[in-house]
């Protein structure tokens, strides 16, 4: 028996591809609450088949406003999806279902025992016997905290709402840099939008969410907490494993973790003694330049980011921007700075200002 600690995507997709699992969700609806925009570049089809009645709309460019109010136009190559986040839960959930996993919905973990080489999962409703646990059981993993490898993590808030927005463009994501990290508008037709910011829990940052809601009406709130990316986080205990956000396996960049979460759990299911050299032979690196990407960005002065702007009007970066996925930034940002002497000299004022700090 292995014992999956949350039915998330990456929860989920692991069950739906190991054998004698047993799925773990402390909820008792799966998809519930959503705390995720739900949007996925074009890469996730080389993973997982998305059926058309879970698309809700579909991204064919993003708009990036600088805080001097000027907008770069990015128009995708491969357009993204805006899911139904409920609705691609449910079909991750369904897949584990069809592979014969067995399901404990309404059952939260609590904690674990180890004799010999056998684990005891204990339950608000019962202890089972298991061979292997995984925790996919989100930021603040309890099964991690179980295992003593939770390590220094820090977390970020999301303030995000389904809300009625005015004047949206449809098909067109927009980002604002001059909101919290960052504040974004992800719309589902010309009526409804999902609209958040992101950064530090504060004051300030409910501020800047008051700000771009203005007078929308809020349909739904969709907030969360997301774990920053630590690349010292231990993957493995013994028999016990993490993914998903339960390992931090979230890109800074953009704060998104579905696919490298399904990832992780693919790798998982195929091997569990190469799990951890795959993930991070094959993503690591991808996580760690967005986490310096991040750091960067957070970095920059308002003139610094209007000039970041500038320097994506141009016609040779921005199409290096709208042909490569936003995933993985390893494919494009050596690209980017072999064609572009500015971002180096960019990056060595943010270097300055970081180090000197």
Same mark, same amino acid.
């Given at each position: 028996?292995?014992?999956?600690?949350?039915?998330?995507?990456?929860?989920?997709?692991?069950?739906?591809?190991?054998?004698?699992?047993?799925?773990?969700?402390?909820?008792?609806?799966?998809?519930?609450?959503?705390?995720?925009?739900?949007?996925?570049?074009?890469?996730?089809?080389?993973?997982?088949?998305?059926?058309?009645?879970?698309?809700?709309?579909?991204?064919?460019?993003?708009?990036?406003?600088?805080?001097?109010?000027?907008?770069?136009?990015?128009?995708?190559?491969?357009?993204?999806?805006?899911?139904?986040?409920?609705?691609?839960?449910?079909?991750?959930?369904? @897949?584990?279902?069809?592979?014969?996993?067995?399901?404990?919905?309404?059952?939260?973990?609590?904690?674990?025992?180890?004799?010999?080489?056998?684990?005891?999962?204990?339950?608000?409703? @019962?202890?089972?016997?298991?061979?292997?646990?995984?925790?996919?059981?989100?930021?603040?993993?309890?099964?991690?905290?179980?295992?003593?490898?939770?390590?220094?993590?820090?977390?970020?808030?999301?303030?995000?709402?389904?809300?009625?927005?005015?004047?949206?463009?449809?098909?067109?994501?927009?980002?604002?840099?001059?909101?919290?990290?960052?504040?974004?508008?992800?719309?589902?037709?010309?009526?409804?939008?999902?609209?958040?910011?992101?950064?530090?829990?504060?004051?300030?940052?409910?501020?800047?969410? @008051?700000?771009?809601?203005?007078?929308?009406?809020?349909?739904?709130d969709q907030s969360g907490l997301i774990p920053l990316y630590n690349p010292k986080q231990k993957?493995?205990?013994?028999?016990?494993?993490?993914?998903?956000?339960?390992?931090?396996?979230?890109?800074?960049?953009?704060?998104?973790?579905?696919?490298?979460?399904?990832?992780?759990?693919?790798?998982?299911?195929?091997?569990?003694?190469?799990?951890?050299?795959?993930?991070?032979?094959?993503?690591g690196k991808d996580l760690w330049i967005s986490l310096k990407m991040r750091e960067f960005m957070?970095?920059?002065?308002?003139?610094?980011?209007?000039?970041?702007?500038?320097?994506?009007? @141009?016609?040779?970066?921005?199409?290096?921007?709208?042909?490569?996925?936003?995933?993985?930034?390893?494919?494009?940002?050596?690209?980017?700075?072999?064609?572009?002497?500015?971002?180096?000299?960019?990056?060595?004022?943010?270097?300055?200002?970081?180090?000197?700090?």
């Amino acid at each position: 028996m292995i014992s999956v600690i949350g039915a998330g995507p990456a929860g989920s997709f692991y069950a739906s591809k190991a054998n004698d699992a047993h799925l773990f969700e402390e909820h008792k609806i799966v998809g519930r609450p959503v705390a995720c925009t739900g949007i996925l570049t074009d890469s996730v089809k080389s993973i997982i088949d998305i059926p058309e009645d879970i698309v809700v709309s579909r991204i064919k460019r993003f708009k990036i406003v600088a805080p001097n109010k000027k907008a770069l136009y990015v128009d995708l190559k491969k357009e993204n999806m805006v899911l139904d986040r409920h609705g691609f839960d449910n079909h991750l959930f369904q @897949k584990a279902v069809d592979n014969n996993a067995r399901i404990h919905l309404g059952e939260r973990f609590i904690g674990y025992k180890q004799k010999d080489k056998k684990y005891y999962v204990k339950t608000n409703k @019962k202890t089972y016997e298991t061979e292997m646990i995984v925790g996919s059981d989100g930021p603040k993993s309890q099964v991690a905290k179980s295992a003593g490898i939770y390590g220094n993590r820090q977390f970020i808030w999301g303030w995000q709402a389904r809300c009625k927005f005015p004047e949206l463009e449809e098909g067109t994501t927009e980002i604002r840099l001059n909101l919290g990290e960052f504040s974004w508008i992800v719309p589902e037709d010309n009526k409804i939008a999902r609209v958040g910011v992101i950064g530090v829990k504060n004051k300030k940052l409910l501020n800047d969410y @008051k700000k771009i809601l203005g007078v929308s009406k809020i349909l739904q709130d969709q907030s969360g907490l997301i774990p920053l990316y630590n690349p010292k986080q231990k993957l493995r205990k013994d028999n016990i494993f993490l993914i998903g956000d339960a390992a931090t396996q979230v890109k800074a960049t953009t704060y998104g973790g579905i696919i490298y979460g399904l990832l992780a759990g693919s790798y998982l299911a195929e091997n569990k003694e190469t799990y951890v050299k795959r993930f991070n032979e094959k993503l690591g690196k991808d996580l760690w330049i967005s986490l310096k990407m991040r750091e960067f960005m957070n970095h920059m002065t308002e003139q610094q980011a209007n000039e970041l702007i500038d320097i994506f009007q @141009k016609q040779n970066n921005n199409k290096i921007l709208s042909e490569h996925d936003r995933d993985f930034p390893s494919k494009f940002i050596v690209q980017l700075l072999m064609k572009e002497a500015k971002l180096w000299k960019l990056g060595f004022q943010l270097f300055k200002k970081k180090v000197l700090k």
